[in-house]
């Protein structure tokens, strides 16, 4: 199968990259030609405009920053919709609210050809190797097709159900690691301020019911001080809110969520949108005086585990 993608940030651009490192035909474009020189250099063809590059491939990548990005790119006078062909494949790998990709989906039917929205989920790190976990939502005989590409950038692969399940439950899972950010801070900075050795507290909670993949990925950046996790605040801001709109769209009365918001809307205020997310921890280090950091921690995560093929993960009592 022909691919196009289109968005090679920090995310896009890895799962491109395993594409191509297991040998699939691949077209790449980004607003920044730059970005792509790596993989033009090892053997991916450039795509001058999305028009141009849909009418050379069968399957469409878009992995973007916002709605309102992926929406430019669809239906632009030189975007995809303007040249989409009967069972070509158009997949979201963007983080996206459920309600704009059902929108873009109906356009891609009227074309003839196949919407899926199919999020990723486990850290920059892991779309390096091909091992991070992918959920798609779409028709059944859309998935079929679709998997053997899906296989290819990652390891874990889930059906949701139709088109906008998966964006849904990649916000709801969004939602959840920044619940988890958010308490890691406040253990963190209130285990130092009681006297406790950082790096035993971290091991502390690795080894505890209280641990968590974040716990073993952020919490390692946060105590190197390098914060650098390949996720910046405005990302967070984006994924919480839409989280909030689909409660409020099924009228369930969020607590936790509104709190959560509020507080990375101070710290893109105070820190900038483009901070790195762990920075959050900063408005507690400032408002306690104290440092959270401990020697030993990497300044980067580092997938370790070997790349192995995808499979398809089912749901219990299917």
């Known amino acids: 199968m022909r691919v196009g993608f289109i968005g090679l940030g920090n995310v896009g651009g890895k799962l491109s990259g395993s594409l191509l490192r297991n ?67 158009w997949a979201e790998m963007s983080t996206t609210d459920e309600a704009e990709v059902k929108r873009l989906g109906e356009l891609v039917r009227a074309k003839g050809g196949e919407p899926v929205d199919c999020p990723v ?7 390096a190797t091909g091992n991070i976990a992918i959920f798609a939502g779409c028709e059944r005989s859309t998935f079929e097709r679709l998997l ?25 899972t969004n939602y959840l690691a920044t619940a988890n950010l958010l308490t890691l801070s406040e253990a963190l900075v209130t285990s130092a301020k009681a006297g406790m050795d950082l790096a035993t507290t971290y091991e502390a909670i690795r080894i505890s019911s209280g641990n968590s993949f974040v716990h073993e990925t952020e919490s390692q950046v946060i105590l190197n001080g390098s914060r650098d996790i390949n996720f910046t605040m405005d ?36 820190f900038g949108p483009r901070e790195w997310s762990p ?40």
């Open 121 to 127: 989920s486990g850290g920059c790190h892991r779309a």
């Open 23 to 89: 040998g699939v035909d691949l077209r790449v474009r980004d607003l920044d030609k730059a970005a792509a020189q790596p993989l033009l250099d090892a053997g991916a063809k450039w795509a001058e405009s999305p028009a141009e590059m849909t009418a050379n491939v069968d399957m469409i990548i878009t992995c973007l920053p916002s709605p309102a990005a992926s929406a430019a790119v669809m239906e632009a006078d030189d975007g995809i919709l303007s040249v989409l062909r009967e069972g070509q494949i």
């Open 279 to 318: 920075n959050i921890i900063k408005r507690l280090e400032e408002a306690c005086d104290v440092s959270i950091l401990a020697p030993g921690f990497p300044a980067e995560m580092v997938d370790d585990e070997p790349e192995e093929p995808g499979y398809e993960v089912v749901p219990k009592g299917r």
């Open 148 to 172: 053997p590409v899906l296989t290819t950038m990652g390891r874990r692969i889930l059906h949701t159900g139709p088109l906008g399940s998966a964006s849904t439950l990649k916000v709801m």
């Open 235 to 270: 990302l967070v801001q984006k994924d919480i809110g839409l989280f909030q709109q689909i409660a409020d769209r099924h009228d369930v009365p969020l607590e936790i969520s509104p709190v959560l918001i509020d507080i990375f809307n101070d710290g893109v205020e105070r």
